[in-house]
Every structure is written in C-alpha cells, then in structure tokens.
C-alpha cells in the first residue's frame, strides 16, 4: 500500500511517499522551484516521490493533505461572531480554505492519472499531522507529545499522549493566541520581514543581554495546565486581518503586530538599519521569554502524562536553543524532534496518521536519518569544468576510484584550511544540511565563521555555524548533551573546548550540534573521523550548500554554487574539483619552463 501525504497551500509546502508503513521519500518542493518556503502545490516534489520509488500516480492507494478546512467549525464560528474580526481576514480564510478542499485538479496533474482514478483522500487536520510527524516515526512505543507553531486549522498548540499506533489529544489552544505569532511579532519589530526570519533572532538573541523580559512578558499570560493566552491589544492578526500569500511562489506574510507593541517596545528597526545592542537585547529577551512559555506548556503536559519520553513538533519545534534546554527545565528525560519540524513536516504527519491512526496498521518505521531526498550517484559535471573560461580563477578536478580515497584526499584539503563544498548521496529531509549537502570547514580556525559568512553565504555576521562531531566523542566536547542527528538541539562547548573550536562556537558558549554516528552516515562519519585523525578534532563546521536559496538539490546547482561564491573545493561524489587563482597558475607554469 502507497500513501502519498502532501503539506499544500502554505509555506514550506512538501511530499512523502510511505509504502506498507516504510518512509520511501521526503521532499520539499523548495529544492526543485529553487525559491526558499514555497508555498502553493507541491506538484513537483510528488513527481519526484514517484519516480524515486519507480512507481506511477495509479499505484498510490491513499492522498494524506494536512489540512482539514472542516476542522474546529464550531470555534471558528464563535471566534467570528463574538470578535467580528475584518471582513478581509474572513474572506482570506474562506477563499484559502477552498483551494485546499478543491485540490483535484493539480491532484490529477501531480498524479497523471485521470478523474476516476483518483486515490481516496482523506484531510488530515493540521496539528494532528504535526503530532503525528514526530511519535509515528519515533523510536517511543509511548510518549508525551507536543505541537507548538503559529496557526493551522485554528489551532496554535497541541498536547497529546501517544501509544502504540494512537494519539489522544489532551489539549488545544486556539486562535488567535499563539506563541508562534508573538515570536514572528518582535521578529518583525526587528526588521526582519521575510518568511522564516525568526532563526536570525534566534542566532542573535546570545550577543545581547535580557533587559527588556519584563515588558516582553506583557504579551501573554501563562495559565494553568500549560495553556497560555495572548494579550491581544498588541496584535493585528485577529481582528484587522494579515496580508498573507500562499499562492505558487514565495510565501509573505504581513505586519501581525499593533502600534501598541511600538508603544510598549520603542520604534521598530527598518530591515537597512544597523543591528543595535538594542536589537540584541530585544532578540535575547524574546527568547528568555519565550522558553519560559514553552517549559510551562511542556511542564503542564508532563503533569498530565508523567511520561518521561517527549517528542516535539511544530515551527516552534525548531527554536534549537530551546530545545536543547528541555531536559533541564522539564521532567523529560528523552527529546525526539524529527528533522523537518516546521510546516514542511506535516506531509510526513498526514501519511503516517491515515497509516497508522485511520487504518489501524502497527507502526514499524523509526525515523534515525534524515538521508530521504534525490540522488545523482551516476553525476559527472567534468565537462562543465572543462568548459569554464574564467579570467579569475582555473580549475583541476581529479577522480578517485574508491570512497575512501576520496574522504582522504577531502580531509588533507579540511586540514589544509580549505573551505569544502561536499556533495554525496541523498539529499536531507528538512531544513538543515546534515553531511550529505554541506559546506565544511576547520572549526578551529578563528577566522573561518566570518569567511564563510562574508564570502561564502553572503548573510549577517551575527549567524552561527553548527559542529558536527562523531557521536563517540559527543560528550568530551558539549556540557550535558544527547545525541542530536538532526541538528535540532544547543549545547554547551565545554569551556576547556572552547578557544580550540572558535569557528563553531557561539558568542554565548554554545552550538547547536549535529551527531553523526557509522550507522546514520558512514561516509559522513568517516570524513569527521579521517580528519580528527589529521587535525586531533572529529568535529566539522556544517553549514548547508546554498547562498542565499534553497539547499542544492543536483549536482549542476552544486557546482554553480561553488563556480559563483569563493568555495575552495567541491567534492560531488569521488570527483574533487578545486579552484586555483589565475596568477598563481600562471606563476607555476613559468616556473616549469624555466
């Protein structure tokens, strides 16, 4: 049996393919539209599933969509006549709602299948799909589990007990108050505007001090049980409507915040204006606040399950800082957090609800790598080098018959100071690079964070890179930490560490770490490990092969990738391709004819 779950009509929209219970893939429509979050139908990530299983849309038994327009009617109904919120926030919803009921059309297209031969679909309510994205696929037969984002049908938060192949929700708190919202709310005061800034509030919060807690916290009252409410007079989202996109393209979402936050906060920072210590401070204190919500809501949750095992899920599900201080603010001494988290994970939530919830089946998959995306292990972009004239630079490229003589000659160069782009296998699942997409660098090396940052990636300085350390060694260089495949979790660098790990390590101490053991990532494992062995290190600066746009996906977007920023060697599959300067070059070869 085949289910099909898509995440369509938001942002971060994505496909998976499950067949007899097993994750055959998982793909976020981003990689292939090459625009970050999209938003709309994920047409092309459902082809991909499809072709990657050899299968075609008349073998697909069942649709999971992770919504469902129909979900909390009677709460919408009561929201609207008590509030009588802007016309256009009503007729926002409702036109969104229908594109989402009427998905046959680009369903038939996806699929290439006619009308009649449509899967059945069933519409899986938008935190349940969360809720299930995260314990259907965990290794706890049971658990506490808990949804925290900004809104999906209506619902902003969820708490649930999960056993065996069932969820009993215990809890819902509903729009409009949303923890979610109140983070992109003082995102935005701090000029950062795009869809999916609050990770770069997040990365700054640790350069400033928490000096404005106090007034941060007049934004919402925590109240019993782990519930929590909005004190709604500094927010727009509920009663003047927020301008939102979710048609093909980038997703927008508008100002969610009041002239009443202003007053409270001060002026909000234009997105051109330098970022403050006053800025820093606010990031810092945002954060305080917000995991001061967070651990209520999980405690409450852990007052009514007394489980010691969570599983985390939800936009805020990715807030790594928080979540590494889970264990030592709750009860919990087990965290699982699948890799995609956010929106693009309720697809996975939707297959594995209808699998497991709606049929009934036993649960016989355990998410333990994030490796369910494309793969090109037949790529050969040579002719692309051969063809390159660039005043600038040459380039050489050399092939190695055998994978491990490729992570030697890879970890000669990482030693050497090389800034490595590293292309092999499938592609990550979600939004971080986990070994198999991935720019690599010394983390010891004190000017590597800026380089990359300036030259590289082209983003804020104030952003961190994170360490990927091989598993074995995980706790001689992080305070108090837990295996963390996924890139999910913040820790402590050990203070002895610290002045050896300068390009990994956070203004604050931390980083947010990626475990990597032989059994997850062998040929991933076995770079860290070869280049331990040269540099007394197993650990790699990890940031995701990209400049500004989506993970690369291909082979080509990973070479263009390295030919237009200042990478000094990409490695796709055995293929080491690296970049030499002009004069340098020139030099050499008069040397040779002398």
Request: charged letters at 25%; a negative charge; glycine letters at 8%.
């Amino acid at each position: 049996m085949y289910i099909l779950g898509i995440n369509a009509y938001h942002g971060d929209v994505s496909a998976v393919l499950v067949h007899d219970g097993q994750l055959v893939a998982a793909l976020e429509e981003e990689r292939f539209r090459r625009i970050k979050h999209w938003a709309g139908f994920p047409t092309l990530a459902i082809q991909r599933c499809l072709e990657m299983a050899g299968i075609t849309g008349t073998e697909v038994d069942h649709v999971a969509i992770s919504r469902d327009p129909k979900a909390n009617l009677l709460k919408k109904g009561i929201f609207t006549l008590k509030n009588r919120p802007d016309i256009r926030l009503v007729l926002d919803r409702v036109q969104n709602s229908r594109k989402v009921r009427d998905l046959h059309s680009p369903l038939i297209e996806a699929l290439g299948v006619s009308k009649d031969s449509l899967p059945e679909i069933h519409y899986v309510e938008h935190h349940p799909a969360h809720l299930a994205s995260t314990f259907f696929v965990s290794p706890f037969e049971e658990a506490a589990v808990c949804a925290i984002d900004g809104f999906g049908d209506f619902v902003s938060t969820s708490m649930a007990m999960g056993r065996g192949n069932k969820l009993d929700i215990l809890e819902k708190v509903y729009f409009p108050h949303s923890l979610g919202m109140m983070y992109t709310a003082i995102t935005q005061h701090l000029g950062f505007l795009n869809y999916g800034d609050e990770y770069k509030v997040m990365g700054l919060a640790p350069y400033g001090k928490p000096t404005r807690v106090d007034d941060l916290r007049q934004l919402l009252t925590l109240k019993k049980g782990g519930t929590f409410e909005l004190e709604l007079k500094y927010f727009r989202h509920w009663s003047e409507g927020v301008e939102m996109e979710w048609d093909e393209g980038y997703p927008t979402l508008g100002k969610v915040y009041t002239a009443e936050l202003e007053k409270l906060l001060g002026p909000a920072r234009h997105p051109k204006d330098e970022v403050t210590s006053v800025h820093e401070d606010m990031a810092r204190s945002l954060q305080a606040v917000y995991e001061e919500a967070a651990f209520h809501i999980l405690n409450g949750l852990h007052d009514r399950t007394k489980q010691p095992r969570l599983c985390l899920a939800g936009g805020c599900g990715m807030n790594s800082v928080a979540n590494g201080k889970v264990r030592a603010n709750t009860p919990f001494e087990d965290v699982y957090i699948q890799p995609a988290a956010a929106d693009n994970g309720t697809a996975l939530g939707a297959a594995y609800w209808v699998w497991n919830q709606e049929l009934g089946k036993p649960r016989n998959f355990v998410m333990e790598h994030g490796y369910w995306g494309t793969s090109y292990p037949d790529a050969d972009v040579t002719a692309i080098v051969d063809a390159r004239d660039d005043e600038e630079w040459t380039y050489t490229y050399e092939r190695y018959d055998t994978e491990a003589d490729t992570i030697e000659a890879t970890a000669d160069l990482l030693a050497d100071g090389n800034v490595v782009g590293w292309f092999q296998g499938r592609m990550e699942w979600g939004a971080r690079a986990l070994g198999n997409r991935s720019i690599l660098a010394d983390p010891s090396r004190a000017d590597m964070r800026d380089l990359i940052n300036l030259k590289i990636k082209f983003r804020e300085r104030f952003r961190p890179f994170a360490p990927s350390v091989a598993e074995e060694v995980l706790h001689d260089y992080f305070e108090d930490a837990a295996p963390a495949p996924f890139m999910q979790q913040v820790y402590q660098v050990r203070a002895d560490k610290q002045e050896s790990l300068p390009a990994i390590t956070h203004v604050d101490g931390s980083g947010r770490i990626q475990t990597v053991s032989a059994t997850q990532n062998p040929t991933y494992h076995a770079l860290i490990t070869a280049f331990g062995q040269r540099s007394g290190i197993p650990i790699l600066l990890n940031t995701s092969f990209n400049e500004n746009e989506p993970i690369v996906d291909t082979p080509e977007q990973a070479l263009d990738c390295f030919l237009r920023t200042r990478m000094d060697v990409v490695v796709i599959g055995n293929t080491v391709i690296r970049r030499h300067p002009v004069e340098a070059a020139a030099a050499v070869s008069e040397g040779e004819e002398g």
